[in-house]
């Protein structure tokens, strides 16, 4: 990885093409605070930028992946500072959704409210055993925010999506396996391992045909049938000129393994 800004409340370390991203305010269960949500936005940033990145993994430190908004800082919000809180919510869910690398959410503990909204932000979640997840607004009085209402909605339906919202109900990880918001779920002492396997699986595909699988998926909630169909036409066409995929065939007549370049 290139040299990084230095910030204090995101570890960054780089392994097998896979930047992996901790939030590191583990006495407060890695909450949003102003200081956090400007250091992943820095980290987002940076790896976005640096072509030795393949995967990003965000997890959090301590034990949990995080509790969303900070609550000690609740309650004491004029409506203006309240705004450009949430606009800077959905901005980091934003950015980790379009990062142009694979992403997981790798979640111990808990992921609630905006983290929960984070997580889901990801195009992968693996969860530990342990993994709760609560879209957890409603305990506090607040309407949902960060994406989590959009993203439950387009994961489980709208019935579904509108129980959680409504109940705050938590979320254990065979259930988010059951409901399709984890991909996977691991035991506690094999999930840091199983996780480095599972994004360096990512981290050694085809970049460009990995980024445009991505967009197209994204995009077909909000597509008809025939622009779907545009979109992947496009992506097919240009990903067919890709050095990955002209080595790929090759691969495949000589009946070697293909070890993809990212090009």
């Not at 984070?118 to 960060?146: T, V």
């Amino acid at each position: 990885m290139s040299t990084p800004t230095p910030l204090k409340f995101v570890d960054r370390q780089l392994r097998d093409g896979v930047a992996y991203l901790t939030l590191n305010r583990p006495e407060a269960m890695n909450a949003l605070s102003p200081d956090v949500r400007e250091d992943l936005r820095t980290a987002l940033l940076d790896v976005n930028e640096d072509d030795e990145v393949r995967c990003v993994v965000l997890s959090g430190a301590g034990g949990n992946f995080c509790a969303g908004g900070d609550v000690k800082r609740m309650g004491k919000r004029t409506p203006a500072r309240g705004a450009v809180r949430l606009a800077l919510g959905r901005e980091l869910v934003e950015l980790f959704r379009g990062v142009r690398v694979p992403t997981i959410a790798a979640v111990r503990g808990h992921a609630v409210g905006a983290g929960f909204g984070l997580a889901m932000g990801a195009d992968m979640i693996l969860a530990e055993s342990g993994a709760r997840f609560q879209c957890g607004f409603i305990k506090r009085g607040l309407a949902p925010d960060s994406s989590v209402s959009y993203l439950l909605a387009q994961q489980l339906g709208t019935r579904r999506a509108m129980f959680y919202a409504m109940t705050g109900e938590v979320i254990d990880a065979s259930t988010a396996v059951d409901l399709g918001i984890a991909a996977r779920e691991y035991a506690a002492e094999q999930f840091e391992e199983r996780t480095h396997q599972f994004a360096q699986r990512l981290a050694e595909g085809p970049t460009a045909a990995l980024f445009a699988t991505r967009k197209a998926v994204h995009a077909a909630a909000d597509l008809t049938f025939a622009q779907s169909w545009e979109f992947e036409s496009f992506a097919a066409a240009v990903t067919s000129t890709t050095l990955d995929h002209k080595n790929a065939v090759e691969a495949f007549k000589a009946k070697t393994t293909i070890r993809f370049q990212g090009e």
